[in-house]
């Protein structure tokens, strides 16, 4: 069964593209959870990509929807997920907010930083994803995994 026919019920063959429209509240992370599940059951994804990817995407959501979007109810985050490429999965999160500089990060391992409740999303990300790239000013984040099955 594919990606497709477990979140939307069509019976189409569908694994490369995948696009959800989520509202920009913290209610969105629970529903990425179980698309992430729905993916792992497509996928068979081993328990070492299924944790990566649960929070990495869970983080690029929440900083989404918190910083981008700033929980305004009239803002959406788009998911888009892709499989296009053997072994190789794509998850791509924006936002509509203005972005933000992602080349000048403070180091969350930093001792001045250990103790903040807040910046290690994307550091969390970097650590997690094979790859990870920003682009329309930092609005869209694209995370790369490269998958392995059980």
Known sequence: MSILTLLT???KNYMENLNHKLPSNIHSIAEVEKIIEKVREELNLNDSNYGNILVALTEAINNAIKHGNQFKDDKIVDLIIENNASHRLEFIVKDEGSGFDYSNL???TAPENIEKESGRGIFLMRN???EVKFSNNGSEVHL???ISKN
Do not use: R
């Open 9 to 11: 019920g069509s019976s």
């Open 106 to 108: 403070p180091d969350p």
């Open 128 to 130: 997690l994803a094979d």
């Open 144 to 146: 790369i995994f490269n």
